[in-house]
């Protein structure tokens, strides 16, 4: 676990980090030639929101409103996967952190 989810979990709370290579997503490439980053979001097992999301790469600023709203408004996963974002842009990032932490899932 990294530093966030170490805190979470110190503070008593279920949770799981699910990463995600920035570069993966098809409109990395459409971004920048070699565009690199990486996506962590940390999930509430228990509740099944955001506790926090971390974006680290070139051009990234365009994710943060979003995951500020996610994570101060409290939004359940289940509801995430109903804000599809725009294909190909890096906003598709959000549709692979909720497919990576839903394989992820043991429930």
Request: net charge negative; charged share 20%; aromatic share 6%.
């Amino acid at each position: 676990m990294k530093p966030a989810a170490e805190q979470a979990t110190r503070e008593g709370r279920r949770v799981r980090a699910v990463d995600y290579d920035l570069g993966d997503v098809a409109g990395a490439a459409l971004h920048a030639d070699g565009c690199q980053g990486r996506a962590r979001a940390v999930v509430d097992l228990d509740r099944e929101t955001l506790l926090g999301v971390t974006f680290v790469g070139a051009g990234v600023a365009e994710l943060l409103h979003s995951a500020t709203v996610a994570v101060t408004a409290e939004v359940p996963i289940s509801r995430l996967w109903h804000a599809v974002p725009a294909y190909p842009t890096l906003s598709e990032i959000w549709l692979r952190l909720l497919e990576t932490y839903r394989a992820t899932s043991s429930g």
